[in-house]
């Protein structure tokens, strides 16, 4: 059994196919995903496709990317968090790759979503990009690591990943780690405890060897548990075996 702990389940290339994806996760053992909010806008079709669907959780919270969205209260993201179907708050975090200049406004955003999330008491689902220290920084000065969560498609140093381990939260590979090229994450695949892992999609994007610059989707998150099996020396069925563990102890306080 396997778990796509992000992907966006949502966005129209997935949508409009969501029977077929569905199946298809069922054909590859992908028990259940979770679909993560990136702005308010949207947030009632994944609450909806959650509530419609036993096997898909949600999430809400607003991208650093999403320059032009109207902030999010710490209240509202506290009281959108009230359903028992959402299981975490974000993605939330820092890019400092796809935007510049003054971004106090995404420091400003991150600090928002931390402080609902001990509020509600639900874990964190982060985004970091070019931002790893501010991003560190800013996770000790709220006190992240009393509600944990997961650094999501995990692409920054065995260092960053220790840190943010140590703060009490998981770390999530993406198809990322399948690419011929991806030695240093690959290296943090092998190397961090197994159930400190997730795994995920992020569908539509990042697709994984062998389906590298097509469409992603859930059933294919099989494939990053076997690289990872694979890094680590371990049978295909220990990675999925712990990673649904881990899913089920970070995000829903017991098994799936």
């Known amino acids: 059994m396997f778990i796509d702990s992000h992907c966006h ?51 809400v919270g607003v991208h650093p990317d999403y320059e032009l969205e109207a902030e999010p209260t710490q209240e509202l993201l506290v009281k959108l968090a009230q359903h028992p179907k959402v299981i975490a708050i974000g993605e939330t975090g820092l890019d400092y790759f796809r935007l510049k200049g003054d971004l106090e406004w995404q420091r400003t955003r991150f600090r928002t979503h931390i402080r609902a999330a001990r509020e509600s008491r639900k874990p964190l689902i982060i985004h970091t990009r070019e931002a790893a220290s501010d991003t560190l920084r800013i996770m000790s000065e709220e006190g992240a690591e009393q509600i944990g969560g997961v650094m999501h498609c995990f692409t920054e140093s065995l260092e960053v990943a220790k840190a943010a381990i140590e703060m009490n939260f998981h770390i999530s590979f993406s198809g990322i780690v399948t690419f011929k090229n991806a030695t240093a994450i690959k290296e943090v695949a092998r190397s961090i405890p197994l159930d400190r892992i997730l795994i995920e999609t992020d569908a539509p994007y990042l697709a994984p060897v062998p389906y590298r610059g097509k469409l992603n989707q859930p059933a294919y998150v099989k494939h990053i548990a076997e690289e990872i099996a694979k890094l680590r020396g ?23």
């Open 234 to 256: 371990i049978t295909l069925e220990e990675v999925g075996r712990a990673t649904s563990e881990n899913f089920g102890r970070l995000f829903l306080g017991g098994t799936v």
């Open 9 to 59: 389940l949502n966005f129209p290339e997935l949508a409009e196919n969501l029977n077929e994806i569905l199946a298809n996760m069922r054909r590859n053992e992908v028990s259940h995903a979770l679909c993560v909010g990136v702005n308010l806008e949207n947030f009632p079709q994944i609450l909806a496709l959650a509530e419609q669907h036993e096997n898909i959780y949600a999430s």
